[in-house]
């Protein structure tokens, strides 16, 4: 039972606009949510993270919204560039003490920004 | 900087043998992990490791073994390769166990035919 769903397997969008990428997660002692973003035959990259205490987080194009009541994140793009292009992963991890630094993927979801 | 290498970056072969697969990072991580990617599954966690001498397994550790002698290599063995362990294998590392996202080397790609 996949314990942090990426319910969407790809997304096309067009350049210049907004890029939403959406995962649930099962287990309520995720505490600490990032995303990786991949390029073919690279390894994934860190691209953001939030913990619990936030509801948002921005880095630059790049926010994270946290819903914790609905067990769901989403990653906002804005404005969406071609070089986006990429396979997204959501992750989500426990308290690193009880359960060590280990991450729980998603499936990925392939974004395509169309110029 | 190298950050996390994998080698190799390829690899074929027949049901029944073993090999290993090397990876080395030169950041001075405490935490290394391996992690394999199949179509629609993501990336799930087969062993890892919270400094040298200490390994653990992770959500799919059959029909691979790991050990970590030094701060640096965390090679992780296939015994006896089956055709389900076809499959892209990742390697990740970071500075402690704790909040710090994972670096990841580039994988290698293995065919068990």
């Known amino acids: 039972d996949q314990q942090v769903k990426q319910n969407s397997p790809s997304l096309s969008v067009q350049e210049g606009r907004i890029s939403i990428l959406n995962c649930d997660y099962t287990?309520?002692?995720?505490?600490?949510f990032l995303w990786y973003k991949k390029y073919p035959a690279e390894g994934p990259t860190f691209l953001i993270s939030?913990?619990?205490?936030?509801d948002k987080n921005e880095d630059g194009r790049f926010t994270v919204f946290l819903n914790k009541s609905a067990k769901h994140l989403s990653l906002h793009i804005v404005p969406s560039q071609p070089g986006d292009s990429a396979v997204y992963f959501c992750?989500?991890?426990?308290?690193?003490?009880?359960?060590?630094?280990?991450?729980?993927f998603g499936a990925g979801t392939i974004l395509r920004v169309k110029s | 900087n190298a950050g996390v290498t994998q080698t190799p970056k390829f690899q074929v072969l027949k049901t029944g043998q073993s090999m290993t697969l090397q990876c080395a990072q030169d950041?001075?991580?405490?935490?290394m992990s391996w992690y394999r990617q199949d179509p629609g599954m993501g990336l799930r966690l087969i062993h890892y490791?919270?400094?040298?001498?200490?390994?653990d397994q992770g959500e799919v550790p059959n029909g691979y073994n790991v050990s970590r002698s030094t701060t640096e290599d965390f090679p992780l063995r296939l015994l006896s390769a089956a055709p389900s362990q076809t499959s892209v294998y990742f390697c990740?590392?970071?500075?402690?166990?704790?909040?710090?996202?994972?670096?990841f080397g580039n994988g290698t790609r293995l065919t068990v035919t």
């Open positions: 992750a989500a991890s426990a308290d690193p003490f009880e359960y060590g630094n280990k991450l729980v």
């Open positions: 287990n309520s002692m995720f505490d600490y």
């Open positions: 939030i913990s619990s205490i936030k």
């Open positions: 950041m001075n991580h405490e935490y």
């Open positions: 990740a590392s970071s500075p402690r166990q704790g909040r710090s996202p994972l670096h």
């Open positions: 490791s919270v400094g040298a001498g200490i390994t």
